[in-house]
């Protein structure tokens, strides 16, 4: 058992940030370390949250004494490769969502897992959320009866990313791959964790001219009959719901997490550090008990499954 688990970032962007800080918040973790290539943003993060030692090589981190566990924080191209690194010198992982670029990645990444001393977990990061926890609950003491259809939402209105995240070759997909992926992730959950058995999707570039998807429609049927509508987007002129937000459609009932409303309460936040937190914490709480954390690398291989077979049924050719 650990004491305390020493943790290292690999990456110095907005998400590193939620994780960097998740990590300075528990008292059974330690942030000792943080790599990216870009020394500015780098020296920017170590400062913010009081990092001791900074790398811009961050294989000087694989299989040292002083580093227990990985976040796994970089443009999706490089997460199968540093987290399959970190795994075979025997540390903790926990990569950002999506977890690879297609299936063989992901299928590679649970290999190295099963064959690891450490342990790998995927951060879908609602998973955490109190809304989300307190709907699964309802859900499965049978509050809605049986559960008939699910619709999600994973949109930004009016803006979309830059850089990596249209650069095919190092996000792997648009919209859906960035987006989708929450409210795919966020259904399953909801859901109890059935398997997809179908996916049919429409799937376009619409509002900006770019190389990847910024609009898509996903129908998903799942092997406990439920079927779900995911909408995903970059640009969009008007949110239906926020990311992840989740309608959920039963025979006794109806339910809403968060219930959006345009424009939003002033006070209302959305996307909470505690939700990073205790994210963290699960990872930490497990390595602590010797137990695998959740969601594993078999959950985020699902959500993966489902983004390459809604890009197979869209006519899009999603990576690489």
Known sequence: MVDRLRVAVIGSGFIALYHARAVAELPGAELVAAANWRPESLARLAAECGIPRTTTDWRELVGDPEVDAAVVATPNSLHAEQAIAFLDAGQHVIVEKPMAMDVAEADAMVAAAERSSGFLMVAHCWRFHPAVLALRDRIAAGELGEVVKTRGY?????????????????????????MGVHAIDTARFLLGGPEP????????????????????????????????????????????????????YGTGGFARIFGYTDPPEPDYEHCPQSMYTAQMAELVEAVRAGRQPSPDGADGRVVMRVVEEAYRSGGVRAAR
């Not at 209105?157 to 996000?171: C, I, K, Y």
């Not at 909408?231 to 937000?245: F, K, N, R, T, V």
Request: glycine fraction near 12%; include cysteine.
């Open 197 to 248: 058995v179908r996916v049919c999707a429409a799937i376009g570039t619409r509002y900006r001219e770019i190389a990847v998807d910024d609009d898509a429609i996903l129908l998903i049927s799942w092997s406990n009959g439920t079927n779900s509508v995911v909408e995903s987007g970059w640009w969009q002129p008007h949110l239906a719901g926020l990311e992840a937000e989740t309608e959920v």
């Open 154 to 178: 994973g949109v930004h209105a009016r803006w979309g990313p830059a850089g990596w995240f249209v650069d095919p070759d190092l996000a792997g997909g648009g919209a859906l791959a960035d």
